[in-house]
Every structure is written in structure tokens, then in C-alpha cells.
């Protein structure tokens, strides 16, 4: 486990996904050479962290990595169980819609909107094959069997 202490930017609520501040995030860019930042992930972005507890504005915090694949964060919306999830523009996860970006995961159980979702964390995009499955209903074309005359025999 490593750990370092950052500066968050703005308010956080409790189970949001947090990115990287650049330099100048804080608006000082001399004390941005020494300093990382924290702000909220934003929509589509690969979250670099989650916080399990609220964060202010201009307070420093210790970031522990601990290398677990499994996240808890805010769902925006009801999410059933297996279903690919996206960040949404505060932090939180909605379903994966490939227009938006990138997906971080993957469900492991049904929540309603407002509640925690657990999820793998899995990155990446959809190629278009895959998007074209999930995004079209399967219809299975009904095929007529041939009916073919046996020669009568002689």
C-alpha cells in the first residue's frame, strides 16, 4: 500500500470518483509544483481514485492505494446487476453509453438511484461489433425447410 497526501479542489461527497488536478488546478501554479490535487472525475473520464468519505474544498487528505479492483461508488441512476458503468460529470456511475466515453466496470449486484454500487473495475470501450449487439435487439430470422419430392420409385 502506498500513500501521499493531497489538496481536494472543490467538495466531494462520500463514494465519488476522483481524477488527477493538473498544475494549476488550485489556482496557484507555484504551489502546484509540490502539490497534487484531487477533483471530482468527470464524464467519460478513467477515474484515478474513489473517496469513501466526504472531502472540502482546500483541505489536505492522505490517498492510501490499495490496489482493490472492487469500487463503491453513487449510482445516478438504477443500475441492474452486470450492467457496464461510465462516470458521470459529478463522479458518479451511470449505465455505459459508448458515445460518452469510456466504460471503468462492471456491476455486481441491482441498486436504485442515490444508492452505492459496488463494481469491478474494468476499462475500456466497446469495439463496434460489440456495441451493435448490445445496442440492437437479436431477432432470429425464421427459416422455411425446403420440402423436397422423393422420386417415386418404380
Known sequence: MTNFKAKVVEDIPAHR???LGGINSGGDPEEGWETIYLIPSRLGWIPDFVTSKELKAGEFVNVA???NPIW???AVEDLPAGTAVQ???DGRVKHYVPADGNHIGCTLHSVKAGEVVAFFRKYGTMPPSQEQVLAMPQVEKETKSKRT???ASV
Open 17 to 19: 470518483l476522483l481524477g
Open 149 to 151: 419430392r422423393k422420386k
Open 72 to 74: 463503491e461508488v453513487e
Open 87 to 89: 462516470c458521470t460529470e
Open 65 to 67: 492505494i490499495k490496489d
